[in-house]
């Protein structure tokens, strides 16, 4: 009886296995075919379009940043604002089916800084008004356009940005200052929305800036990490990123006031992708008026649109700026 | 206005005054409040800037990093005393910055608020598919907030505020059952246990001068340090609470120090035009004239009932408000009463209209809605959804608050609305009265400690009680059955201030018939709070 069970039982067993054997790869097959399925019928979520990451106030130019710290316990406000058309185009790679997924998008971002003697500390808070665009299919996936108005979204908030910067080398209006910068990227707002990735991010840059007579330069080469790496999206973000940009102004004398006009010029590419698809690059022309001695203001317009398509870069964005530059005094 | 204003005329003339108050903000009877800051001036001041900066800038850091792992919540600012510490004193104090004459300033305030609601009798819950009932277990509830003021100059006579925040929070009973007697007045319609971060105000205000007596505004959350007329014009436009500006807490003390209870936020029958969260878009005009003051707002009302899309047809759906405020002084002491008014015209549903279409057409009944409802599965039941259309909601209250002694005060507040119409923002309750008593510590050498109690009582006018009666609910309220009574809670707290810039409070509430309902209660519900503001 025992053995006669126990074989009964081995026989069982064997057979277990044997189902076993041929049951796992068809339910992990089957799961996996259903994963997949199930993956095909999710809908995408979306991720932050917005790639003009405004410099911190007192910074100088749009997106580049003039180093300019010095002096005792001193600060900045800023506010900037713009309007970018067509930030995130679906084209696949057939040429067809072309629609914009996000085709208007209006912003103010709002920052305050606080410097120390060559040190910056400083806190932005981007606030989209508009974000809207167009739904459509690509492939598998139906993409819904974010539908962001003031009436539906009346008090959102993106990706707050909270920063670090210091200037190394060099002291203010020299011939060439270098510094370092890191910013955290902290998720608010709905990534179905397109302004958040919904995961903190992280950017960390070497810069450099100058004053040579009468012209001025910065640039900046870093690091975006960017843990996002999953959207559907053709040219959606593909994980960390490689961040460039540079600008260049002649500065014309008025008395105590100046104005600094100049290109910059701004882009990113994926780090582990070729240049091509996941590169966007985008230029502004901008004009400054500074009359940081007396008004400790500085109001900024720039106009411009992507030269190197790829989310983000927009076929023309106009922005404008506004700067209150703190009292300086002796460190 | 808020806070400054205050500070320069009567009542928070000098350091013995209660405190300074703000305005809060309110959500389904959530709110958030402002505070104000101590006139009190005085003050050691900080020596070592470089101190300061990493302290304010790390403060900055640990609110924004912890608040969207952590459960917070949003509120309005605390008061500034003048030896609280705050990044704006401390820059004054190295002589960077002139707080008597501010270009720019910045503020922030942390505040974590729990609750634990014992259970309580009841005779039924939810009966009938309803879905609105307090629910009669022990729970816990709480509240988190984190918020950053910015103010700056723009010209001559113009200011502008930013204020964003960020909230989390766990209501009781996913924020039904309870009229006006929210356990907590931070608490926001549509919130959750993961922090939401969103502007709760940006606002551009231009202060037209007409002479008279010079007054000192105090450097505060929402309020740059300056002077201005004693008589003159004063406009604001953009998102703001109304509270900011119409019917400020009593004494100007910073709800975030005072009363848990989100019935003495303003009237609980205030039905003021707001989204979910508490806050419009729109303008106020004031007129200031020594001791008068006349103001007139007209705001956006949600698009659906207690959401948060706005309607921004501002000529054709609206709330508009209306108050007179007098300030003046009975026996040497600091009072001032105010008569409000509030109109709105809103795409809302009457009560009578709605128990009309179920007995006219059963299958007009809460089950079978088709537009916007609040989900009740109640198919004998009358519900709003079938007769919302524009219609007008009206009330009109009183408001006195008395100093009786240096830094103890009592008020008084009621209000009577018409009763017709649902809830379109603020709480279900239709007439509210309450009473209360502040005080701080200076009585037994804490000035900076802060004690309370009040009641506070509401009700529901009979249309409202038969649309209840017959299942139906509201925003907030509706337990399949009713019959009816007085909401009301006793509210007593204690705060303590440790490091100047840190309270701790201790509060326990006692609400009978909640959601105007006899056959249900009493709750006790104890609280505690953490606030810390910079």
């Known amino acids: ?201 992280g950017m960390f840059r070497g810069l450099v800036a100058g004053d040579i007579g009468r012209f001025s330069y910065a640039g900046q080469l870093g690091v975006h990490v960017r843990p996002v790496d999953d959207g559907p999206v053709p040219g959606g973000p593909q994980g960390n990123e490689l961040l460039f940009g540079g600008s260049a102004g002649r500065r014309i004398s008025m008395g105590s006031r100046t104005l600094v006009i100049g290109p910059e010029f701004f882009g990113e590419t994926a780090m582990r992708s070729t240049v091509g698809e996941a590169t966007g690059f985008e230029g502004l022309l901008t004009v400054r008026f500074e009359d940081i001695g007396e008004q400790h203001l500085r109001v900024k317009l720039g106009a411009g649109g992507g030269f190197v398509p790829h989310f983000g870069a927009p076929d023309f964005r106009i922005v404008v700026g506004l700067e209150l530059v703190g009292r300086r005094s002796e460190p | 206005m808020s806070y400054g204003s205050h500070c320069g005329r009567g009542v928070t003339v000098d350091a013995q005054i209660i405190g300074h108050v703000q305005p809060p903000t309110i959500a389904r009877g959530h709110s958030s409040l402002m505070t104000t800051s101590d006139c009190a001036r005085g003050a050691r001041r900080t020596r070592h800037i470089g101190r300061v900066l ?99 100059r723009l010209w001559k006579g113009g200011e502008a505020y930013l204020v964003p925040e960020v909230i989390a929070e766990r209501p009781l009973s996913q924020l039904r059952g309870l009229g006006g007697s929210i356990q907590n007045f931070e608490l926001q319609k549509g919130g959750t246990a993961t922090p939401q971060a969103y502007r709760s105000r940006a606002i551009v205000k231009q202060t037209f001068g007409l002479g008279g007596k010079r007054e000192k505004e105090e450097s505060a959350p929402m309020q740059l340090g300056t002077h201005y007329d004693g008589r003159r014009i004063v406009v604001v436009a953009g998102n703001f609470s109304i509270l900011d500006f119409f019917d400020k807490n009593a004494f100007d003390i910073d709800p975030r120090q005072g009363f848990f209870s989100l019935a003495f936020l303003t009237h609980a029958a205030y039905d003021f035009a707001s989204d979910a969260r508490g806050y419009s878009w729109g303008g106020v005009a004031e007129v200031y004239w020594d001791d008068w003051a006349v103001r007139f707002g007209r705001i956006t009302p949600p698009k659906d009932p207690n959401q948060l899309p706005v309607d921004f047809r501002l000529f054709r759906y609206y709330g508009d408000q209306v108050e007179v405020e007098h300030k003046h002084q009975l026996f040497n002491q600091d009072g001032s009463v105010r008569v409000l008014a509030f109109r709105n015209h ?156 840190f309270w701790f409070s201790a509060d326990y509430q006692h609400v009978t018939n909640p959601g105007f309902n006899t056959d249900r209660g009493p709750v006790n519900i104890v609280g505690a709070r953490v606030h810390v503001e910079y």
Not at chain 2, 63 to 90: C, D, N, Y
Not at chain 2, 95 to 120: P, V
Not at chain 2, 138 to 148: M, N, V
Not at chain 2, 370 to 392: H, K, M, Q
Request: charged share 15%; glycine share 10%.
């Open chain 2, 54 to 152: 990493p302290v304010g800038a790390g403060t900055l850091a640990a609110i924004l990093i912890a608040s969207a792992p952590l459960r917070a919540q949003t509120a309005a600012p605390g008061s500034r005393a003048g030896e609280q510490p705050s990044l704006m004193k401390a820059l004054a104090d190295q002589d960077l910055h002139d707080i008597e004459d501010e270009r720019w300033n910045a503020y922030t305030q942390f505040t974590y608020i729990s609750n634990w609601k014992g259970a309580f009798p009841a005779a039924y819950t939810n009966a009938n598919g309803s879905i609105n009932s307090l629910i009669p277990d022990s729970e816990r509830s709480f509240t988190g907030t984190a918020t950053l003021y910015f103010g700056i």
């Open chain 1, 1 to 201: 009886m025992l053995s006669t069970e126990s074989g009964s039982v081995d026989s069982v067993l064997v057979t277990t296995k044997r189902r076993r054997f041929f049951t796992v790869p068809f339910v992990l097959l089957v799961s996996m075919a259903w994963s997949a399925r199930t993956q095909a019928q999710q809908p995408p979520h979306g991720f932050a379009v917005e790639r003009f990451y405004p410099s911190p106030p007192g910074g100088g130019w749009f997106v580049m940043d003039d180093l300019d710290m010095q002096g005792g316990l001193g600060g900045a406000v800023a506010v900037a604002s713009g309007y970018a058309h067509n930030p995130l185009v679906v084209t696949p790679s057939d040429g067809t089916q072309r629609f914009s997924l996000v085709s208007d998008e209006v912003f103010v971002d709002f920052g305050l800084a606080v410097t120390y003697h060559r040190y910056r500390v400083s806190l932005n808070f981007p606030m989209p008004l508009l974000v809207i665009g167009t739904s459509g299919m690509f492939g598998p996936y139906q993409l819904t356009a974010p539908a962001v108005t003031v009436p539906t979204h009346p008090d959102v908030i993106s990706d707050a940005r909270l920063g670090f910067d210091v200037r190394l080398l060099g002291e203010p209006a020299s011939a060439f200052r270098l510094g370092v910068g890191a910013q955290l990227l902290i998720p608010f707002g709905d990534r179905d929305d397109y302004v958040t990735d919904g995961r903190y991010r």
């Open chain 2, 346 to 501: 809103e795409d809302i549903g009457r009560f009578s209209d709605a128990v009309g279409a179920l007995q006219a057409d059963p299958q007009q009944n809460a089950a079978n809605c088709n537009t916007f409802n609040y989900g009740s599965n109640n198919a004998s039941a009358p519900d709003l959804c079938w007769v919302r259309e524009p219609n007008v909601k009206v009330g009109v209250g009183v408001f006195a608050e008395q100093y009786v002694a240096p830094d103890v005060g009592v008020f008084i507040r009621g209000m009577v609305a018409d009763g017709h119409t649902e809830v379109d923002a603020y709480t279900s309750t239709d007439r509210s009265v309450s009473i209360g008593a502040l005080a701080k510590g200076s009585l037994w050498s804490r000035p900076r400690d802060v004690a309370g109690v009040g009641f506070t009582g509401g009700w529901i006018s009979p249309a409202h009680v038969e649309y209840l009666r017959l299942g139906g609910i509201d925003g907030f309220i509706g337990d399949g059955n009713i019959h009816p009574g007085a909401e009301s809670t006793v509210d007593v707290f204690y705060s303590v201030n440790v490091g100047k810039s």
